[in-house]
């Protein structure tokens, strides 16, 4: 059964405390990896896609990574408006649209 | 541009009524998918769409569970009896499906409690 595991399931940092977020996969064939930021009473909101082992997407102070086991949100620096919480998604070999999404990691930054 | 539009944001209803959720997908984008948010099993896909034809429903958890969608712009999810265990956040999200790897972009959902 294809599955995706994110860890931990919180984290709390301090302000310029830097971390990294994992997500892990067991699925039959990988067309594309997602990370979501999601807040509070709103959808998740889309941040990168990855497609291949080596890639690296960055965004202000999150950068995204993927190995043919996992990905990483690494986040650099955070600031006390990164605290949401961070789901990954995996988009599965085949014709279908659907993604197969963790159960998300709740990140806070205190000031 | 206007992102994915869904109502009501919330709803209250008695168990055993009809509840009918709906949505406004982004403009051109080609497909549209129905999710459930709990605390337990996370997001989980419900069923979705593709130039307005139902590709997959195999979430779909129950019969009491529908999803129409009637032209590009238009999508309800109905469920009819409604039950307490229904209680979640449903999201709606489109995307513009060319093949390989495009984002789904989600609604802000409708918080659902079934009393």
């Known amino acids: 059964e294809d599955q995706v595991t994110q860890s931990p399931e919180a984290l709390r940092l301090q302000e310029g405390e830097s971390s990294s977020l994992n997500c892990s996969y067991t699925?039959?064939?990988?067309?594309?990896l997602f990370w979501y930021r999601q807040d509070p009473g709103k959808g998740p909101e889309f941040l990168f896609t990855?497609?291949?082992a080596g890639e690296e997407k960055e965004k202000e102070r999150l950068k995204a990574t993927l190995t043919k086991k996992e990905s990483f949100l690494h986040i650099t620096a955070p600031k006390p408006e990164d605290s949401a919480t961070y789901l990954c998604?995996?988009?599965?070999?085949?014709?279908?649209?659907?993604?197969?999404f963790g159960k998300g990691m709740k990140l806070t930054v205190n000031p | 541009d206007a992102g994915v539009i869904q109502s009501p944001r919330h709803e209250v209803t008695e168990m055993g009524q009809e509840v009918t959720l709906r949505c406004k997908p982004i403009?051109?984008?080609?497909?549209l998918f129905w999710y459930r948010q709990t605390m337990m099993r996370g997001l989980e896909l419900l069923i979705y769409f593709n130039n307005n034809v139902p590709i997959d429903d195999s979430g779909m958890p129950e019969d009491r569970f529908s999803a129409k969608m009637p032209n590009a712009s238009f999508s309800t999810l109905k469920i009819q009896p409604s039950e307490p265990r229904d209680s979640a956040v449903y999201f709606c999200?489109?995307?513009?499906?060319?093949?390989?790897?495009?984002?789904?972009?989600f609604g802000d959902g409708t918080r659902l409690s079934i009393l």
């Open positions: 699925v039959s064939g990988l067309r594309g």
């Open positions: 999200a489109s995307s513009l499906w060319t093949g390989v790897g495009q984002p789904q972009h």
């Open positions: 990855l497609y291949s």
């Open positions: 998604a995996v988009h599965l070999q085949g014709g279908s649209e659907k993604l197969v």
């Open positions: 403009s051109g984008h080609n497909s």
